[in-house]
Structure formats: structure tokens, C-alpha cells
């Protein structure tokens, strides 16, 4: 069952953060209906230099503000690798909300898939910050 739903908004990616997410989707075991959603968010999305992203493009250690409006709560959380994740203010890349947020722009909307099939319709309201935009390449 694919987690996307309905007509995905395109979505840009930096060049370094798919090399990180290659690693990731070839050293993880996680459920495969959510490696497999990685995967298509990685293949579908348009990459770019990570020299030449747009500053309003959710990237890998972003911190972002966005709402559900299916439930009308908002959210700030710092999408990060596996890794890193369970740190409060934190949401890994391979959950549900998290790969939906990775390559949105501000203002972008997405319909996707939760946890238990929730349905879930993610805004991104702000981008506080982008590890590119402040030349933090090595995150």
C-alpha cells in the first residue's frame, strides 16, 4: 500500500542529501512500505546542488513549522537521518510525516499517509532553518 495519496506537488532535493539517503535506504531495515516511499520521494524528485537550493525548500536537518490541516495542529520539528531521531523536536526521514516533508517549499501542501492510515494533509508554513541557506553543509 503506498503511503503517498492523491497528486504529489513536485519536490527538489539536493544532490548531497539523496548520496546520504542512497546510505540510508541501503543500511536500514525499517518496514519496507516505508523505505519504498523514501525510495519514490528520492526517484521522483528534481536534485539540485546543495550550492543552489532554494532557501524555502525543506532539506535534510531543516527545522520546519508546519500544520495538519486534516486536525488543525500545527508543528515545529527538525527533520533528521534515523539516526538522530527520538530527540525531542525531532522527526526521522523515514517516518510518514517526515518523508513527506523532505524537497516541499514554503506554502506547498501534500496529502499522505500517517501512522495506523490517517490521513494527513501537511502545509509547510516557514522554514526556520535550512542547514544550506546558513552554509552548514556537513550536517
Known amino acids: 500500500m ?5 497528486k504529489s506537488p513536485a519536490i527538489v532535493m539536493t544532490r548531497l542529501d539523496v548520496q546520504r539517503l542512497e546510505k540510508v535506504l541501503d543500511n536500514m531495515q525499517a518496514p ?3 523505505l519504498e ?9 528534481r536534485v539540485v546542488s546543495h550550492k543552489r537550493i532554494a532557501s524555502d525548500v525543506v532539506t535534510m536537518n531543516s527545522t520546519v513549522r508546519f500544520s495538519d490541516e486534516a486536525s488543525e495542529r500545527e508543528f515545529v520539528l527538525t527533520l533528521v537521518y534515523p539516526e538522530q531521531a527520538g530527540r525531542p523536536g525531532t522527526i526521522s526521514i523515514l517516518a510518514p ?8 517549499k514554503v ?3 501534500i496529502n499522505w499517509q500517517g501512522p495506523q492510515g490517517r490521513p494527513l494533509k501537511l502545509k509547510i508554513m516557514d522554514i526556520l532553518y535550512q542547514p544550506e541557506a546558513s ?3 556537513h550536517l
Open 107 to 109: 506554502g506547498q501542501s
Open 32 to 34: 519496507l512500505d516505508l
Open 37 to 45: 516511499a523514501l525510495e519514490d520521494e528520492v526517484l521522483r524528485a
Open 135 to 137: 552554509g552548514d553543509y
Open 97 to 104: 510525516v517526515g518523508i513527506a516533508l523532505l524537497g516541499l
Open 2 to 6: 503506498p503511503l503517498a495519496m492523491n
